[in-house]
């Protein structure tokens, strides 16, 4: 069983270490090797104290933790980013603004599938449907490259479904396809 808190600053090199590793470990394969090779814990722990001591950040970064409060997983959510569309314009439906985003998820490779995910949604699904980030979200989105098909089953036996949304990402001139899924909350969605 795994707690899910707020990270702290203090939890930067292990969530550095746990999102490059499961960069590495979940886009084997799917992402050129070359770029997931280029990836090191260093430059990620770098970049993460910059944007995580930034006075303006709008989103939450909570971690799973085992029973020694080591962090095993990591989750940030927040208001809904915006895409451009296939005309190179931002969504303007006006939906946007009702919507909270998952715009990370990853768990220690060799923990994958005891929990700490699960552990991880369900305390964003219940502090995005009580207004930890305003009002509230009714509806929750993120993106999942195309070629995840595990990430894809895990998001779609926790309630979420491809809307339609798409974009693609460029790695070493390769180009790979994000789709856009979507959750629908219930106000304690636990």
């Known amino acids: 069983m ?3 808190r707020e990270m702290n600053e203090a939890d930067i090199d292990a969530v550095s270490a746990i999102r490059v590793r499961g960069w590495q ?33 709008r989103s939450t970064d909570l971690v799973a933790v085992d029973a020694a409060d080591v962090p095993v997983g990591w989750i940030c959510f927040g208001p809904y980013r915006g895409r ?35 552990a991880l949604l369900a305390e964003t699904h219940a502090r995005m449907s009580l207004g930890e980030q305003g009002p509230g979200f009714p509806t929750v989105v993120l993106w999942v490259l195309e070629d995840n098909r595990r990430a894809r089953r ?13 974009q693609d ?4 001139d390769v180009t790979l396809t994000e789709l856009r899924y979507r959750h629908t909350l219930r106000r304690y969605d636990r």
Not at 33 to 49: F, K
Not at 154 to 166: K, V
Not at 169 to 172: G, H, L, M, R
């Open 84 to 118: 451009p569309s296939a005309a190179g314009r931002e969504e303007t439906s006006g939906w946007e603004e009702a919507v909270g985003e998952i715009h990370a998820l990853y768990v220690r490779p060799d923990l994958i599938g005891h929990g700490a995910g699960r």
């Open 154 to 166: 895990f998001y779609e036996r926790s309630g979420y479904r491809a809307d339609g949304g798409t």
């Open 25 to 57: 470990h979940a886009y084997a394969g799917i992402v050129p090797r070359a770029s997931l090779d280029t990836m090191t814990v260093e430059d990620d722990a770098e970049q993460r104290r910059k944007w995580f001591a930034h006075p303006r950040r």
């Open 2 to 4: 795994f707690q899910v």
């Open 169 to 172: 990402d460029v790695y070493d």
